[in-house]
């Protein structure tokens, strides 16, 4: 369906509304750095990022401690605190090779102790450095392998999945990938995002056919779909498990985060002014669910991220606390094109794996699908454009982390840092006024003798 240019142009003014949004946070962080301190730097740094994530217009796509992702010794500490606690090390680490180059600048060759302080804090950065790799070296251990997965990756163009002239042929494709992958000896297969086009519990043409092929094949099957809910009359971005023989499909789940504005009109439910306002016929009007699925399947456990979703360490961590054991992420990244969005989308996700200890599997339309442990390694991966499968062992998920258990406790550890550092830095300055206070005094003395 071709986009109005009513829509193209509320798009593009929403588009730069979030980056001067987004800006807000950095000019707040640099306001308050240059307010209390550097030292501050890594407890402000990650409770900022803490509230990117919260409201319906929320957006976590930037944080920092997404680009250590494909390093993965580093990341492991995301099992203690989350992303948070990546961004709060890597900015930690910048401190101190700052507070490094300052005792070695040529402002600093003039003082005579500057050796000792050199020493001192390169070995802190040294320090800093050796942290997150030590604690990897005890963390990481071998895994077992768990099940078979064979996840499809059709390649329909973004363009094709609403032209219904194509129906046909994108559905016959996303059969003839699924008998094909019955060569792999899957325990599940998976699909991506709206994979059906159609609603595959109430369809009498793609429903048949896909609960067909689980039967046939006796292997589940997990597929993004639109749903229809009879009883709030209203249609969701979802995800169904087909088990075989199974009919009518009993477990789904509707997605809880929508995309702002592509997806769904922020707040337009509690406001809904806001809909006449700036809503036209072509922007996305999906509802929100509010459920954490869970779904039981033949090995275990398993909860669907859909798309977007999967950027948001919170709610990954609900449905691994009410006993996920995989995470299966359903996406359609073709929008990006070739461009790095559709990279970085990919490894936002990984990190989820990481801090609740659990396996991820991921099906992108256009890729990049991949397979990814607990430690996040990604196994196995897809080119982009392709239309592919990808089969191979899924490993077995760890004991629940620290994250998953406590969540963001290392927020509320920044906050009394904070605190406790701000009290320290208010008496020093009190104490250091004490004695100019008293030289005053005195110097009035005199003058008055």
């Excluded at 963390?139 to 609403?162: E, H, M, T």
């Excluded at 997990?222 to 499909?249: K, M, Y």
């Excluded at 359903?330 to 990481?354: C, I, K, P, S, Y």
């Excluded at 062992?393 to 406590?406: E, I, N, S, W």
Aim: glycine share 6%; with cysteine; proline share 7%.
């Amino acid at each position: 369906m071709p986009v109005e240019p009513v829509t193209r142009i509320l798009l593009d003014l929403g588009v730069v509304l979030l980056f001067a949004y987004l800006g807000l946070y950095i000019g707040l962080f640099a306001w308050l750095t240059r307010r209390w301190g550097v030292w501050a730097a890594p407890l402000i740094w990650p409770l900022l990022e803490l509230v990117r994530t919260k409201s319906q217009i929320a957006f976590p796509w930037g944080l920092l401690g997404y680009t250590m992702t494909p390093y993965v010794p580093f990341i492991q500490i995301a099992s203690i605190g989350g992303v948070y606690i990546v961004s709060a090390w890597l900015v930690l680490v910048n401190v101190l090779l700052f507070r490094l180059l300052q005792a070695i600048g040529p402002q600093a060759a003039s003082h005579k102790p500057q050796a000792r302080n050199v020493t001192w804090r390169a070995a802190a950065l040294l320090a800093a450095f050796a942290v997150p790799l030590v604690f990897a070296a005890f963390y990481v251990r071998p895994l077992k392998p768990w099940f078979n997965v064979a996840i499809i990756q059709p390649n329909v163009s973004p363009l094709d999945k609403g032209d219904w002239d194509s129906r046909e042929q994108t559905q016959s494709d996303l059969a003839r990938l699924t008998r094909q992958s019955a060569a792999t000896k899957p325990d599940l297969i998976l699909y991506p995002e709206t994979a059906t086009l159609v609603d595959v519990t109430r369809s009498t043409t793609m429903g048949p056919v896909i609960r067909g092929l689980a039967d046939s094949l006796q292997t589940e099957i997990f597929t993004g779909t639109p749903l229809f809910d009879e009883r709030r009359n209203s249609w969701h971005n979802g995800a169904v498990l087909i088990r075989p023989g199974e009919q009518p499909v009993k477990q789904r789940y509707y997605k809880m985060r929508l995309v702002p504005f592509s997806e769904k009109i922020p707040y337009a439910d509690e406001l809904p002014i806001i809909r006449k306002i700036i809503g036209t016929a072509d922007m996305g009007d999906w509802t929100r669910g509010h459920d954490y699925t869970v779904f039981n399947w033949s090995h275990g456990t398993l909860s669907a991220l859909i798309c977007f979703e999967a950027i948001f360490p919170d709610l990954t961590r609900q449905f691994t606390r009410r006993g996920s054991q995989l995470l299966a992420v359903v996406t359609n990244d073709g929008w990006f094109g070739r461009m790095v969005g559709a990279q970085q989308h990919a490894e936002l996700a990984v990190l989820r794996t990481v801090e609740n200890g659990v396996p991820m599997i991921r099906s992108a339309n256009n890729g990049i699908s991949f397979i990814a442990d607990p430690y996040g390694r990604v196994l196995k991966k897809t080119p982009l454009f392709t239309q592919t499968i990808l089969a191979g062992p899924v490993p077995r998920p760890l004991a629940p982390t620290l994250y998953r258990r406590y969540g963001d406790w290392f927020m509320l550890a920044c906050v009394l840092g904070l605190i406790v550092g701000l009290v320290v830095l208010r008496v020093r300055t009190r104490r250091k006024s004490l004695p100019t206070a008293e030289s005053e005094v005195r110097s009035s003395k005199d003058d008055s003798m």
